[in-house]
């Protein structure tokens, strides 16, 4: 998997970039979870699930069908008020989806694991993509803050800093132009 910090920032430029003029700090609050939570299923170990199982780690919840459900879930509870088929309904729920999708799609450019379960429910199959530059991060705390730590946050400020600063510097001067029309 590629960190929780990796992960949280390439969500938080998802929301950013989405401007939805709503509560900017509740939609990156809501943006990371929706990134990081996918990893939650690590405590399927604890119960005696194995990796390879649906419910295992890179399972079911880094599946499209939970990153659908669970952008449903996110956003009929924190924006009820929101129609749910206006505009901004839908463009709340595919920022939430986007959001939720771009932790297996992380996690399916790292270089351990034994891949993503894209398909679970239907399918158990685990996918990786054929470009495979992110190193993958060390589970545990005590793992993490370690040297290799180290060298999987300097890769992830390469693999997904740097094109997450880019869409947010573009985003930027997109909107500027567009303001001055």
């Known amino acids: 998997m590629a960190s929780i910090f990796g ?17 900017p700090v509740k939609l990156s609050l809501l943006v990371i979870f929706c990134s990081v939570i996918p990893d939650a299923d ?21 599946s499209i069908v939970f990153a659908f459900l669970l952008a449903f879930l996110i956003r009929i509870i924190f924006y009820r008020k929101v129609k749910f088929f206006s505009k901004l309904g839908i463009k709340l729920f595919i920022v939430f989806l986007v959001a939720t999708l771009s932790h297996s799609l992380l996690d399916a450019c790292t270089n351990g694991g034994k891949g993503v379960g894209f398909f679970i429910p239907f399918d158990n199959t685990r996918h990786f993509f054929s470009w495979r530059p992110i190193l993958v991060s060390p ?20 693999y997904i800093g ?9 985003h930027y001067f997109l909107r500027k132009i567009n303001l001055k029309k």
Do not use: C, D, W
């Not at 545990?140 to 390469?158: D, I, K, P």
């Open 139 to 158: 589970l545990g705390v005590g793992r993490f803050f370690s040297e290799y730590g180290v060298r999987v946050l300097q890769n992830e400020a390469f």
């Open 42 to 62: 690590v405590i399927m170990f604890n119960f005696g699930y194995s990796y390879a199982h649906p419910l295992g780690h890179r399972g079911f919840t880094h």
């Open 162 to 170: 740097i094109p997450a600063i880019s869409l947010l510097i573009l």
């Open 7 to 23: 992960h949280a920032f390439a969500a938080f430029a998802i929301g950013k970039v989405a401007n939805t003029q709503l509560n």
